[in-house]
């Protein structure tokens, strides 16, 4: 067995008979609306999707990113891209901003009506003049072309989280402003040599959230957990179509 993937897990499941709440991450609520089988398969009965092994370079840069920012956060001061984008903000100083960035805590809300412990962790939270909270959010990647918009149907996620943090924030009754921002950083190929160091261009990407769908999903998510049904799959999941072509070959 791959040290990075049990096949089998038996700890951690939702156990509808439990009174104890069940803490299901952002990115699960994601699964459930990408396909409610594998949400199913992976939360109630221990047999998640197989992991991508985790992009390093990303981690780095977001590492990097909130070390910038953080110099600013504790001199209170606008970071250059701020300035440069000419926002209305700085970086927030909160107790909790390191439990909110931390995976496996992140901002928490237990959804009573369902006994769903939901939470997701933030990468930044900037402050505006109208003291209200602003949900950050950092993205790398590398294109060849300027990231200014995001306009492909795989960033509906990036979306979605972005307005699941702001969902997060409110129903701890915070302040916050309906406008998010992408910091994307793109790594540049057109350099002549590597000499050792990788280059980013740095975009801010503003959008405006909806967090209207999200109570909706939440309780049909606990629907679809305390079902002793398997439901069907998601029309474009490709782990589902791959298992389905397998068991052809099968006997």
């Not at 953080?70 to 001199?75: F, G, Q, S, V």
């Not at 209305?88 to 960035?101: E, G, Q, T, V, Y």
């Not at 309906?178 to 190929?189: A, I, L, R, S």
């Not at 801010?204 to 049904?229: F, M, P, Q, R, V």
Request: proline share 4%; with cysteine; charged share 30%.
């Amino acid at each position: 067995m791959s040290q990075y993937y049990n096949s089998q897990r038996t700890k951690g499941l939702y156990n509808p008979s439990s009174s104890e709440p069940f803490k299901l991450s952002r990115s699960k609520i994601d699964l459930f609306l990408s396909c409610p089988r594998c949400f199913y398969l992976d939360r109630r009965l221990g047999v998640a999707r197989p992991p991508g092994f985790p992009f390093a370079l990303n981690s780095a840069v977001d590492h990097l990113l909130k070390l910038e920012f953080d110099i600013h956060r504790a001199n209170g001061t606008k970071h250059p891209l701020i300035e440069k984008y000419g926002i209305d903000a700085r970086p927030a100083s909160h107790a909790d901003l390191d439990k909110w960035r931390h995976n496996f805590t992140g901002v928490q809300y237990l959804h009573k009506s369902t006994n769903l412990l939901i939470f997701g962790a933030i990468d930044d939270l900037w402050i505006n003049s109208k003291d209200e909270y602003i949900v950050v959010d950092y993205k790398s990647t590398s294109k060849n072309e300027d990231i200014i918009e995001l306009n492909q149907d795989w960033q509906d996620g990036y979306k979605r989280q972005m307005e699941i943090y702001q969902w997060l924030l409110r129903q701890n009754n915070y302040k916050v402003s309906n406008t998010g921002y992408f910091v994307y950083c793109n790594g540049q190929t057109d350099r002549k040599a590597f000499d050792g160091k990788l280059e980013f261009d740095v975009t801010l990407i503003a959008y405006e959230g909806d967090d209207s769908w999200i109570e909706k999903t939440i309780c049909e998510a606990n629907e679809c957990l305390k079902s002793e049904n398997l439901p069907e799959s998601g029309d474009d999941c490709d782990y589902c179509k791959y298992r389905s072509a397998v068991r052809k070959f099968e006997k």
